[in-house]
C-alpha cells in the first residue's frame, strides 16, 4: 500500500525541494539516564493528535526516542525448507548539516544466516501513500511470516494470526523494510517545523530514505552485496527518484528495481487528462467480465486494442461530435455492463468513484478502489451523491495493524512507545507535491537510471482490478521508454487482483517467481 487519497491530489504541481545534503545519518548518541517514559498521546491523525508523531519539546522527543535496536535468532518451517535467520527491529537517525538530530526512522531486516554476505542480495522494500507503513509488503506478500488479506474474506475482526509465509522472498535475498518518517514506528525527534515539510516532500522524502539505505548497508556490512528496490504504489515515485539519488549522491548501486502497483506520473489520473480514460478502461471491462468467470490479461487484449485506438480517436473529437460521443459512450455500457443511458449521460467518461458506484448500482452495491472485484453495500443507496470508503482496503487495517505490533514487540522483542501508524492520514495531508505545472512523476528518473546503468532491470507488477493505479496506465508509460529500456530488461506482468494483488495466492506465487529470476 499505497496511493492514499493522493489521486486527489495529484493536479497539485512539482516544483519540488531539493534536499541534498541536508541530512545525514549517524550513530545515535550514547543512551543517557532517562526518566520512566510514558505512552504517547492519540494516535496520529485522530482528533488532537499531533501531526505524525511530532513531539511536543526537545525534552520529549528525548524521552519517547526508540529504544535500542533488538536482535534475535529466528527459524521458520516451510514446506520442503527450514530458514534460520537473524532478524533485528531498530531505527536509524538521521541528523541535519549542524549535527541537531531530525528523526529516528525505523526498520525490520531479515538476514539469512550462513551465507556469503558479500555476495548474498538484499532488498529494501518502500510501501506508498504517502503515509504508509511497509507491513503491507512484510506481511502480505515478502517476510517470513503472512497475515492472510484477501480483501473477499478478511473483515476488521479478522483474527491477526500469522502464518509461516511459504512465497518468503527470504530464500533468495535478505529483506529490509523500511518506515519513513510519520508511519510505522518512526518519528520526528526535532521540533523545528521546517524539517518536517522539508521531510513531507517529493525530494525531501527521497533524500532521507537514499541516506537511510545507505546508512543501513554501513551499519551491517552490506556494501558490496547486490542491491535492489521494492516500491508499491505511490513507492511507483519513490522508488526510479529513490535509485537515482542512491547512484548520484549516495555512492550506492542498485541492480535491480521493482515496482508493485505503481503510480508513474500523476497527470494522467487528474483534471482534464484524456489519458484517465484510457487507462481504466480495461480495468473496468476486466471487473465486469471476473463477474462470470476467472480473467486473464489476455482476455483483455480486445479491449486494450479499442481503448488506444478507436475510443482514444473518439475521445479526441470530443462531446461536439455527438455520433462519436454515442458511439463510444454505447462501447463503453457494453464492455461494463453498465446500463447505456447513465454511460451516454456521463458521455462514456467515467471517473473511478463514478464508475464504482454505477457498476453495480441496481443491487444497491459499490466496488472496491483498491480491488474493484470486491462487492459491498453501499451505505447511503439513496444519496445523490457518494458517501462510501473502499470495502477493499479499510477492513485490513485493524488486523493488519494488530499482527504488525504483536510481532514486532513481542517474537522480534522490540517495544517502541506510542502507537504503530500503518497509514498516517496526517502524513498524506501534510505532503507537498509541489506547486508548479508540473505534477509529480518518475518516468525521468526511469528514464536516467536505465541510462546510466545498464545491467539495471526494471520489474513492474499490477493487479487487473485495481483501480488505485490502472494496470494500463504503466502501461502505456513504459511503452514510451527508449529504445534501451525495452523488453527484456524491463518487463510489466498483470495478474489477477486487486492494488495487492500477492494477497492472491497464484498471483503472489506467480510474482515471486519473476522476482527470483530477476535477481538470478
Not at 29 to 38: G, K, L, V, Y
Not at 205 to 214: G, I, K, T
Not at 307 to 317: E, G, I, N, P, T
Request: glycine share 8%.
Amino acid at each position: 500500500m499505497r496511493v492514499l487519497s493522493s489521486l486527489r491530489v495529484a493536479a497539485a504541481g512539482c516544483v519540488l525541494l531539493a534536499w541534498a545534503g541536508v541530512v545525514r545519518a549517524e550513530e545515535p548518541p550514547p543512551p543517557q539516564p532517562q526518566q520512566a517514559t510514558t505512552p504517547a498521546g492519540p494516535r496520529a491523525g485522530s482528533t488532537g493528535a499531533r501531526a505524525a508523531n511530532t513531539p511536543a519539546s526537545p525534552a520529549a522527543a528525548e524521552q519517547h526516542k526508540l529504544p535500542p535496536d533488538s536482535t534475535t535468532k529466528q527459524t521458520v518451517e516451510l514446506p520442503g525448507r527450514t530458514l534460520a535467520f537473524t532478524a533485528t527491529a531498530g531505527s536509524i537517525r538521521l541528523f541535519d548539516d549542524k549535527g541537531e538530530p531530525q528523526a529516528d526512522i525505523a526498520y525490520t531486516s531479515y538476514q539469512l544466516d550462513g551465507t556469503d554476505r558479500g555476495s548474498r542480495p538484499v532488498t529494501f522494500f518502500f510501501n506508498g501513500g504517502p503515509g504508509a507503513a511497509s507491513a503491507w509488503l512484510q506481511l502480505g506478500n515478502s517476510g517470513p511470516w503472512r497475515l492472510p488479506i484477501n480483501a473477499d474474506n478478511v473483515t476488521p475482526s479478522s483474527p491477526p494470526t500469522l502464518q509461516p509465509n511459504a512465497d518468503t522472498w527470504l530464500d533468495f535475498t535478505d529483506l529490509v523494510f523500511v518506515d519513513p518518517v510519520g508511519t510505522g514506528y518512526s518519528r520526528f525527534v526535532t521540533t523545528n517545523e521546517d524539517a518536517r515539510k522539508r521531510f513531507f516532500s517529493v525530494d525531501g522524502d527521497v533524500s532521507s530514505l537514499a541516506l537511510v539505505v545507505r546508512r543501513w548497508l554501513e551499519k551491517h556490512d552490506r556494501l558490496s552485496s547486490p542491491k535492489f528496490v521494492v516500491g508499491e504504489s505511490y513507492g511507483g515515485i519513490r522508488g526510479p527518484k529513490l535509485v537515482r539519488n542512491l547512484q548520484m549522491e549516495q555512492g550506492v548501486g542498485v541492480n535491480g528495481l521493482i515496482l508493485i502497483s505503481p503510480v508513474l506520473d500523476f497527470r494522467d489520473y487528474s483534471g482534464s487528462s484524456l489519458l484517465q480514460y484510457v487507462a481504466s478502461l480495461p480495468t473496468f471491462a476486466a471487473v465486469a467480465r471476473q463477474q462470470k468467470g476467472p480473467v486473464t490479461r489476455a482476455d483483455l487484449a480486445d479491449v486494450e486494442h479499442y481503448a488506444s485506438s478507436d475510443f482514444l480517436l473518439d475521445l479526441v473529437k470530443g462531446a461536439a461530435d455527438v455520433e462519436a460521443t454515442n458511439r463510444l459512450a454505447d462501447k463503453v455500457a457494453s464492455l461494463t455492463g453498465i446500463d447505456q443511458s447513465i454511460s451516454r449521460r456521463l458521455a462514456g467518461r467515467f471517473d473511478i468513484a463514478e464508475f464504482r458506484r454505477e457498476f453495480d448500482r441496481r443491487d444497491g452495491r459499490i466496488t472496491g478502489r483498491y480491488d474493484a472485484s470486491v462487492l459491498a453495500p453501499d451505505p447511503y443507496p439513496d444519496s445523490s451523491f457518494y458517501h462510501f470508503s473502499d470495502p477493499s482496503g479499510d477492513g485490513l487495517t485493524a488486523p493488519m495493524t494488530s499482527a504488525i505490533v504483536d510481532l514486532t514487540t513481542g517474537k522480534l522483542n522490540w517495544r517502541p512507545d506510542g502507537s504503530y501508524e500503518l497509514l498516517s492520514g496526517s502524513v498524506n495531508k501534510a505532503w507537498d507535491f509541489g506547486r508548479g505545472l508540473r505534477p509529480a512523476e518518475s518516468i525521468g528518473e526511469l528514464r536516467q537510471i536505465l541510462a546510466l546503468d545498464p545491467k539495471l532491470k526494471l520489474l513492474v507488477g499490477h493487479g487487473l482490478f485495481d483501480l488505485a493505479t490502472p494496470y494500463y496506465g504503466s502501461k502505456i508509460k513504459l511503452d514510451q521508454l527508449p529504445a534501451f529500456a525495452q523488453p527484456p530488461r524491463t518487463k510489466l506482468v498483470v495478474y489477477p487482483g486487486g492494488h495487492m494483488f500477492y494477497s492472491r495466492d497464484d498471483s503472489r506465487k506467480a510474482f515471486r517467481s519473476e522476482v527470483e529470476a530477476l535477481m538470478k
